[in-house]
């Protein structure tokens, strides 16, 4: 079993930047691909980011590239989102996820493990 807590949400005006944090207890970490998801509020919930059991293995909603990234700490059991140049669509709840597969899912069925989420609220 894998509990997982994100912290880092907040306020911030939009151009600003955040950084998210999931830190994982129970489990092998490493072993797990990690993503980041957001749900805003009256949508379906989407991929942010995901990264592999593997280094260099990730994979970005096409909306958050080259402003999102993703990264881990295997050591200190650990996934980052850092979210630069940040918009007021970017507002919603960002939970991060485990899943038992080496690939970057992409997809909420692929993961196992959910955390209760974080709120980031931009505005304009």
């Known amino acids: 079993q894998v509990q997982l807590v994100e912290s880092g949400g907040g306020l911030v005006q939009a151009g600003g930047s955040l950084r998210l944090s999931c830190v994982a207890s129970?489990?092998?970490?490493?072993?797990?691909?990690m993503g980041w998801f957001r749900q805003a509020p009256g949508k379906e919930r989407e991929l942010v980011a995901a990264?592999?059991?593997?280094?260099?293995?990730?994979s970005y909603a096409n909306s958050v590239k080259d402003r999102f990234t993703i990264s881990r700490d295997n050591a200190k059991r650990t996934a980052y989102l850092q979210m630069n140049s940040l918009k007021p669509e970017d507002t919603a709840i960002y939970s991060c996820?485990?899943?038992?597969?080496?690939?970057?899912?992409?997809?909420?069925?692929?993961?196992?493990?959910w955390g209760q989420g974080t709120q980031v609220t931009v505005s304009s």
């Open positions: 996820a485990a899943a038992g597969t080496w690939y970057p899912a992409r997809y909420p069925r692929d993961y196992d493990y």
């Open positions: 129970g489990g092998t970490f490493s072993s797990y691909a």
């Open positions: 990264y592999g059991r593997s280094t260099g293995t990730v």
